[in-house]
Nanobody
Framework: QLQFVESGGGLVQPGGSLKLSCAAS???????LGWFRQAPGKEREGVSC???????YYSNSVVGRSTISRDSAKNTVFFEMNSLKPEDTAVYFC?????????????????????WGQGTQVTVSS
């Protein structure tokens, strides 16, 4: 059984930064790990993914101002985002999959429902 615990969310001022963490258990080394977000009234969207070999993928909404990384020894994935905007406000989730980063970022609904964390709220506001 896969389990995920996200942390690091909170209230951040526009232009600020934050770093989210997700501790995963039950996953194998070959799993992709991704970050997703869902704003009120909107569908869940993929923002970033990292494969087992460290290859990364970012959505257009965060590319250039975010970094995803993973500590495979601790089964933990991190997501750091800078230059935060009010439109970054959302619940951020981590998830694991075995397909491809491009696929799960573009189509997060393909991820097994049991491979998601509970999410952490990020609010960008002054």
């Amino acid at each position: 059984q896969l389990q995920f615990v996200e942390s690091g969310g909170g209230l951040v001022q526009p232009g600020g930064s934050l770093k989210l963490s997700c501790a995963a258990s039950g996953i194998r080394d070959y799993y992709l790990l991704g970050w997703f977000r869902q704003a009120p009234g909107k569908e869940r969207e993929g923002v970033s993914c990292i494969s087992s070999d460290g290859t990364t993928y970012y959505s257009n909404s965060v590319v250039g101002r975010s970094t995803i990384s993973r500590d495979s020894a601790k089964n933990t994935v991190f997501f750091e985002m800078n230059s935060l905007k009010p439109e970054d406000t959302a619940v951020y989730f981590c998830a694991a999959d075995t397909s491809a980063c491009y696929t799960i970022v573009q189509q997060p609904n393909q991820i097994n429902p049991g491979h998601w964390g509970q999410g952490t709220q990020v609010t960008v506001s002054s």
